[in-house]
T-cell receptor
Framework: DQQVKQNSPSLSVQEGRISILNCDYTNSMFDYFLWYKKYPAEGPTFLISISSIKDKNEDGRFTVFLNKSAKHLSLHIVPSQPGDSAVYFCAASDNAGNMLTFGGGTRLMVKP | GAGVSQTPSNKVTEKGKYVELRCDPISGHTALYWYRQSLGQGPEFLIYFQGTGAADDSGLPNDRFFAVRPEGSVSTLKIQRTERGDSAVYLC???????????FGPGTRLTVL
């Protein structure tokens, strides 16, 4: 039973436009959410996170939105750049320091 | 500063053999995690250390898998009697223990023939 789901395996966006990556979760005990970016042959790189006490967190071109009632979060990248092309993973944790539960990933392709 | 390092980067072995995978966490990080990533999937949790002790090993798939962290820094993941289904990328991560952010190494790609 997947507790964290990314229903879109891939997304293609034109350079300069907005990329929106979505993530759904089922475990109501999750209280911290993270997005990671992964290039081939590298480990996941932390991008941005959000605590369940917030509904939005912004860091430069990256913004994460959390809708607790819908158990849904999204990552917005604007403007998208070709270097953003990678696989993006959503992850969740139920306590500081505990294991992360990951979604299956979404491959983002930003076309020049 | 140095990030998380993992050795070897690639390991090819034959079915039934024993393998050891090593992880060097970020200096000072008390928490260390092992994950396994199969093709087309997200990383799956295996085991988590806080200091020298395994705080949560609920993700280890069976008793062929074992991990140690004897001095609270470097960790070794050990797989006995490898099977073809063990083929995956094994990822190690570390964190300060009070933050949720985990910092990942590049992984070890294990191939069992």
């Amino acid at each position: 039973d997947q507790q964290v789901k990314q229903n879109s395996p891939s997304l293609s966006v034109q350079e300069g436009r907005i990329s929106i990556l979505n993530c759904d979760y089922t475990n109501s005990m999750f209280d911290y959410f993270l997005w990671y970016k992964k290039y081939p042959a590298e480990g996941p790189t932390f991008l941005i996170s959000i605590s369940s006490i917030k509904d939005k967190n912004e860091d430069g071109r990256f913004t994460v939105f959390l809708n607790k009632s819908a158990k849904h979060l999204s990552l917005h990248i604007v403007p998208s750049q070709p270097g953003d092309s990678a696989v993006y993973f959503c992850a969740a944790s139920d306590n500081a320091g505990n294991m992360l539960t990951f979604g299956g990933g979404t491959r983002l392709m930003v076309k020049p | 500063g140095a990030g998380v390092s993992q050795t070897p980067s690639n390991k090819v072995t034959e079915k039934g053999k024993y393998v050891e995978l090593r992880c060097d966490p970020i200096s000072g990080h008390t928490a260390l995690y092992w994950y396994r990533q199969s093709l087309g999937q997200g990383p799956e949790f295996l085991i988590y250390f806080q200091g020298t002790g395994a705080a949560d090993d609920s993700g280890l798939p069976n008793d062929r898998f074992f991990a140690v962290r004897p001095e609270g820094s470097v960790s070794t993941l050990k797989i006995q009697r490898t099977e073809r289904g063990d083929s995956a990328v094994y990822l190690c991560a570390s964190s300060s223990g009070v933050s949720n952010e985990q910092f990942f190494g590049p992984g070890t790609r294990l191939t069992v023939l």
